[in-house]
Each structure stands twice: as C-alpha cells, then as structure tokens.
C-alpha cells in the first residue's frame, strides 16, 4: 500500500499557515479543524516548517502564555521530513517510529499534495491486517 492510495481516500486538503501567523492563529486552526499539527508555508508557498500540539506545550513551558503572539516561526520545526506519493505506508510508519513524529507531509516537485498522520498509518494497517485474518479464516474454513 502506497501513499498515494491513503490519499485518494481522504484527500489532499492540508490545512496550513504563513510563517508570520501567530501562534494564536494556528492554534484555532488545529481546535476548529480538530487536527493535531499545521505545516507552515513560506511566501512561495513552499514547505517552510511544520507545528503541532507538542510545539505548543514546549512553547508554553519556554514563554508561558505570551507564546500566543509569538509567530508561529519561532516554535515551528524548520527541518520537515516529508515523503511522496510513491513511498509505502510501511515506510512511513517506520520513519514516524524512528523519528518520534506523527504527522509526515507529502511532497511532489516541491508542492505540498497532502499530509498523513498516524491515525491514517494506523487506520490503514487494521484495515490490511482484518483482510489478512479474514482471507486466512477463509482459507482454513475451505481447505478442511
Ligand atoms: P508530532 O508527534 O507530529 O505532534 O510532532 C512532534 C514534534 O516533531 C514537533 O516538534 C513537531 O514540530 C515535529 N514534527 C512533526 N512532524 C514532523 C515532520 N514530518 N518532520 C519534522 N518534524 C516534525
């Protein structure tokens, strides 16, 4: 299963930010979309960083509450780990386990085209291991 496919299914719709939103901005973005990160975009519209919940409980531990002004550049992770299309979901999985994230963007020729999130990996793989189980009962029912 590829990246591509999780995408058909949910869509490409990111909910994303400019770089000079304040955190104030993003954090009503995340409650009003109930999602958990935003990726942030530069005046090209290019990936310029990524912001989750845990960038908001470091924010506040680092600010207190006037993190809220701050741009949201000041908290985002500069360096995002991305995938394409074309990557596997188990290669996804694996790079959110090694890399303790849950939310990996997808790019293709520089454009943002989509984002998966762990609920999406973890979705999928039940999805995969229920067909699993099911043909494997299918297989022992037929074959006594
Ligand atoms: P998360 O588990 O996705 O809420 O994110 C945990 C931390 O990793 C936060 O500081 C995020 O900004 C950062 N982060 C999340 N996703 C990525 C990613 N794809 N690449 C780099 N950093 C990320």
Redesign the pocket.
Known sequence: MYVATILKEKGSHVVTSGVNDSVRHVVRLLTEYRI??AVVLDEGGGVA???????IV?GLREHGSRMLDLPVQAL??S????CTLKDSITSVMELMTR???????VVEDGALVGIIS?GDVVKNRLAECTLEVDSLKEYVSTSR
Do not use: K, L
Not at 79 to 82: A, K
Not at 99 to 105: A, D, K, L
């Open positions: 958990g990160a960083g990524i912001f989750s919940e845990r960038d470091r985002m992770t360096e995002v780990v991305t890399r303790r994230f849950r939310h990996v963007p762990i």
